[in-house]
């Protein structure tokens, strides 16, 4: 009985040691793709717990399908998702609402030929294979674009699926693609063994990337956890531009990359946009024209269909106040 007191009493010790508000978040392609490289910031420096949200891990999941599932069905409070995604969902029945908007412009992607190609210019798409990951998604909507920049119709190149972003540059050095989408990270590891035929930021306007989301139910009742991620979320944004070389050294070890590979990367994306004229990543703040050209984007390639009434989908009110009004 002696023994069995003793026990019941280490539980509950440990079991009041525990945060009661320690949880994990779930953001798309964490440790992956650019997008969600704020978030190994705010781990390493503090920011989450500083500011009221003892986050202890983040989720990751390879697509808006998944990271929705786990907040709907796992009772996730916060997650970082594709707005298109989000909005499908939302038509769908989803208890959701966008909370912020985090990625303003498609900067991390580039697309590129061998180094031994002919290919210069996007007029030099005309009849060749341009690849993208899987239909409907971003990779393929910017294909079409970025022909479309080139002043060629969409027919008059091949836009291929290549499955994911790895196996397009594969695809590229066998010859079955001309010019594969290469985003960062990967861009740092492989930009000396390619040519740049176009960079997002010199092509193509500002398109909303990723926005911040939540449950229905989590906004009723969470909303000092959700107004704390957002806060620290914009703190390592912040960071991030004051401090690229340090950043870079913590998303390295995040995203299990060499620094040098973390450090450019990091470096290219907060260096000036090309002609959006916005960072990269956000503060929060809503920029409804990049998430309305998301949309256009994505219609392209039947993701979505119709026009988006934001009124209806986001909620400002966690953010802070001189987040609010928006642009």
Known sequence: MIRHG???????????????????????NYGIAANGMPY???MAKGYFKQNGADITGILSSNGGGTSMRNM??????????NPTAVVTAIRQGADLKIISDNVLTVGEFVWAAK???PMRTLADLKGKKIGYTNPRSTSQALAILLVQAGGLQPNDAQIVRAGGFGEGVTALNLGALDVAPIPEPLW???????RVIAKATDVLPALDNVVGVTTGKAAATRGDFLRAILRARREAVDFMYAHPDDAGDIVA????LDPTIARNAVHNLTAPQGKTGLRYWGAGDFHIDGMNRMIEAQKLVGAISGDVD???VIDTSFLPDDLKAGR
């Open 115 to 117: 180094l031994d190609s």
């Open 188 to 194: 740092s590891k492989y930009q000396g063994q390619y």
């Open 310 to 312: 934001w009124s209806k």
């Open 253 to 256: 070890v995040a995203y299990h």
């Open 6 to 28: 003793l026990r019941l009493l280490l539980v509950l010790l440990a079991m009041h040691a525990l945060p009661a508000s320690a949880e994990e978040i779930e953001v798309g």
């Open 72 to 81: 709907l069905e796992g009772g996730v409070a916060y997650g970082e998702i």
């Open 40 to 42: 190994a910031i705010a």
